[in-house]
């Protein structure tokens, strides 16, 4: 996992997010949600967004779909709008696949702005 704390904020995913790796994953998931709840504690919540960028995945199942949809919950519970990034072809037709296209907003990288 990769954070750039510029406006807006960016986090890129790498890895495994199958069932083979997805332990490993909820742990920074885990640790990474603590943070962005203490450092959004008194922003301006209408006006946050973070960029999660899905270029680095190796593999996506699943469990990995479920785990990125419980994150994004709870990134939007604490009042900051989820947008998913660089969704190249084959992991959008594993996520639709999958059936869980309705719980992300994919943006087109034209869409994106700094």
Request: proline share 3%; net charge negative; aromatic share 6%.
């Amino acid at each position: 996992m990769t954070v750039s704390l510029q406006k807006p904020l960016t986090l890129s995913l790498h890895g495994d997010w199958s069932v083979a790796g997805i332990a490993g994953q909820w742990a920074l998931v885990s640790a990474y949600l603590a943070g962005l709840k203490n450092d959004n504690e008194g922003a301006d919540k209408a006006s946050r967004r973070i960029l999660i960028g899905m270029e680095g995945i190796d593999a996506l199942d699943a469990c990995g779909c479920q785990l990125l949809a419980i994150f994004v919950r709870d990134v939007r519970e604490i009042g900051i709008e989820p947008c998913l990034t660089a969704v190249s072809d084959n992991l959008y037709g594993i996520i639709n696949a999958l059936g869980f296209t309705h719980h992300f907003q994919i943006l087109d990288p034209e869409a994106i702005e700094q």
